[in-house]
Every structure is written in C-alpha cells, then in structure tokens.
C-alpha cells in the first residue's frame, strides 16, 4: 500500500542515528500545540510512495535506515507496517516517531513494531521541551523504546544538530535545533 510522503530526504545526519533516510508522512489527526510541522496536518498534501520505491531511495542513497516521522505515521497504518517490513528485510533499520503511546501504536498496526529498531512514541508537550539528556527527541514525556539490540541509550546522546541545504535558492532546514534557538 502507497505511503502518502509530504518529503523525503534521502540522507540525513540529523534525524536519528548514523545516516538515515528521512521520510516526512503527509497528515496527522493529533495536532499538538506547538507542533513544528503544522503543515504536515493536513491529508491532501503530499505524494504517494510505494514501497519500493521508498525502500530503493534509502538503500540507493546508501544510508544505514529509515526515520519515519510526520505528521502522523500511525494515521496511515497499512503503509506504515508494509514499509517498515520491507525496509527491514532489505536489511534497514526503522526509527519510528509517533504522537500515540505505544499501546495505541499496537492497536492501530498489530503486526508493526517487530520490524521497528526504536519506537518515540506520545505526543509533544511544548511545556516538556527536551533537554540535552536525549538526542533526536521533543519533549520529556516522549518515550524512548528500544525494540530490538540495533541501537540503544548511547546512540540518543549528544548534542542536537541542524543541517542547512541551499539548492537553487531554496534554503531548508532539518534537525532538531535547541528550543527557541529557530522559529519560522
Ligand atoms: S503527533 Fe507529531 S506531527 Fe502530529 S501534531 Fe504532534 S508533533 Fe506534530
């Protein structure tokens, strides 16, 4: 089942361990205040991606996983599971953030967490910002969880970056910048 994908970038140092391929879905129905990705709430935005096609970007660009991250990667449930098995079985890892705890994450993708590496799961508290005790997440009351022996607490620690691109006059930024450091 296609995947609706507001953006892909096919390598990234600054969503998740190692070199990654990043993969913004298109819609979220949770909407927390403070979200930095309002534009991402919507549903009719974005493109659909197969399978495939998203799995031959990453191994293609050579990185090491996939981060799924939105929007709202359990608003598309039978994307989301058929991606990350495939990811897994090309021999990817699968870093998955979503805005449902984990229990709502199984109810609504029974079969996906045995092929996701590490799951952030909750939605993000603007009250909560994360500090420096862990990298690549939102806010405190997310959890970390680490679902099988690829990464572990070492790999989420460390500072926070942000990568600029510049590519025919276009500047865009991805990253997880320090709180209040960049605003749009
Ligand atoms: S779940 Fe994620 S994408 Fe959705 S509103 Fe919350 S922070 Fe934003």
Do not use: K
């Amino acid at each position: 089942m296609p995947l609706r994908v507001a953006h892909l970038l096919p390598c990234t140092e600054a969503e998740g361990p190692g070199r990654r391929t990043a993969i913004w879905v298109q819609g979220c129905r949770i909407r927390c205040p403070g979200c930095c990705n309002p534009e991402l709430f919507g549903v009719s935005g974005g493109e659909p991606w197969s399978t495939g096609a998203l799995v031959h970007a990453a191994r293609v660009a050579g990185t090491e996983g996939v981060t799924l991250l939105g929007g709202e990667p359990l608003d598309q449930p039978e994307a989301v599971t058929d991606l990350s098995r495939a990811a897994r079985e090309a021999g990817l890892s699968v870093l998955l953030y979503s805005g449902y705890a984990r229990d709502e994450v199984c109810a609504r993708a029974p079969d996906l967490l045995q092929w996701v590496d590490v799951l952030v799961d909750g939605p993000y508290d603007e009250q909560q910002p994360e500090g420096a005790a862990r990298r690549w997440i939102g806010s405190r009351n997310q959890g970390l969880h680490f679902l099988t022996d690829r990464y572990g607490p070492a790999d989420f620690r460390g500072a926070n970056t942000v990568e600029l691109r510049l590519r025919g006059g276009v500047l865009t930024v991805n990253g997880w910048p320090a709180p209040g450091t960049l605003r749009r």
